[in-house]
């Protein structure tokens, strides 16, 4: 059984930094491609950034470009995301997802990404 688990968010201040940390767990973790998405309330959930099975290959959407660095460390089956400089529409609940196929390039789209965890809620105070 494959399982997702995320970490790290919480209330924060603009201008303020966290990193979000995802554990994975019940498949060969260095195999695949890891993601993160982002819901803020009555929006649809939007990729943030991915990350190739590797690490050796990394892509942003525009919003996230500059602000948002995601890495992966294999030997813990963990995958990150930090933020800089948060802003107040960074509020959302964040994400992880691993690819549903090994070995794949990184992928924007939720459809390449078949596991999730249940996401960990970043709050931004302006």
């Known amino acids: 059984q494959v399982q997702l688990v995320e970490s790290g968010g919480g209330l924060v201040q603009t201008g303020g930094s966290l990193r979000l940390s995802c554990v994975v767990s019940g498949r060969s973790f260095s195999n695949y491609g890891m993601g993160w998405f982002r819901q803020a309330p009555g929006k649809e959930r939007e990729f943030v950034a991915g990350?190739?099975?590797?690490?050796?290959?990394?892509r942003y959407a525009d919003s996230s470009k500059g602000r948002f660095t995601i890495s992966r460390d294999n030997a813990k089956n963990t995958v990150y995301l930090k933020i800089y400089s948060l802003k107040p529409e960074d509020t959302a609940v964040y994400y992880c997802?691993?690819?549903?196929?090994?070995?794949?390039?990184?992928?924007?789209?939720?459809?390449?990404?078949?596991?999730w965890g249940q996401g960990t809620q970043v709050t931004v105070s302006s």
């Open positions: 990350i190739s099975w590797s690490g050796g290959s990394t």
């Open positions: 997802a691993t690819t549903r196929a090994p070995y794949t390039i990184v992928s924007q789209t939720a459809t390449a990404y078949s596991y």
